[in-house]
């Protein structure tokens, strides 16, 4: 479903963000990212992003305290 | 007037950072925050005088201190423990709780400050270096990261009234 997945797992504020900045970056409008964290913050974050960027959120899941986020990219 | 005299509006994807201390705690709240929202799009323009100077060194020996820092309270045995002052004045103890501080930076997955420069610098975050403090501290241009920009007040002056965010830090 996604057209890449990236791993934040372990990582903290603000990485997750910036790493998943950089992977949108590679992919073309529409295409899906998938992000991977651990990061009880990233909740608030990943919705504030997606706001702010014109990104969609478009899937969010919570599993065994791994956080599971959809991004459409904008465009 | 004519329309065409008046300044246009401000871009509210704009901000700007007045950079003033260089302690390894205090550097993680400008770094966060420019290369952050350089990520959702903003452009930013750090301005970095005094003790946020050394930030730029290429070379970046980065210590925290407690003295005088009763709410730095460190996670050791369970609980949190503070430092009493005059422990923190002795010799090795800063140093010690550097090297805490950056064994738990690493534990909890938090960025390091160098590594957070470099995608600052990756994501065109405008630097700018206080000639002043440069002056008075004795640095060079050569002792600071590549594409540091050299500037005064009138420098920063000039990027706040254009940006929509400007924090002193």
């Known amino acids: 479903m996604a057209d890449q997945v990236l791993d934040a797992k372990g990582l903290n504020c603000p990485l997750p963000i910036l790493k998943a900045k950089k992977a949108l970056k590679s992919l073309e409008g529409g295409q899906v990212l998938e992000v991977l964290s651990t990061d009880p913050g990233s909740v608030a974050d990943f919705s504030a992003f997606c706001r702010t960027t014109g990104n969609e959120l478009v899937e969010q899941n919570e599993a065994d305290g791994i956080y599971t986020y959809l991004i459409r990219k904008a465009g | ?13 704009t901000m700007s950072i007045i950079v003033t201390k260089g302690s390894l705690d205090w550097a993680y709240p400008p770094f966060i925050l420019s290369t952050t929202a350089a990520a959702m799009g903003l452009e930013v323009t750090m301005f970095f005088t005094f003790y946020g100077l050394p930030l730029l060194m290429k070379d970046l020996s980065l210590q925290v201190s407690s003295l005088g820092n009763p709410a730095m ?9 503070g430092m009493p002052n005059i422990v923190s004045a002795i010799p090795g103890v800063d140093a010690a709780a550097s090297k805490m501080m950056k064994n738990l930076i690493k534990k909890k997955g938090v960025a390091s400050i160098p590594e957070l420069r ?5 994501a065109d975050v ?9 002056d008075l501290f004795e640095y060079s241009k050569d002792d600071m990261i590549e594409g540091v920009e050299i500037g ?6 000039e990027v706040a009234t254009q940006s929509h965010i400007n924090l002193f830090i």
């Open chain 2, 1 to 13: 007037m004519s329309s065409t005299d008046l300044k246009p509006g401000i871009d509210p994807n």
């Open chain 2, 73 to 81: 309270k460190m996670p050791m045995m369970g609980m949190h423990m």
């Open chain 2, 126 to 134: 405008r630097m700018i270096a206080c000639q002043m403090t440069l």
């Open chain 2, 152 to 157: 005064g007040a009138a420098t920063y002056i």
């Open chain 2, 118 to 122: 470099d995608l600052a610098v990756e």
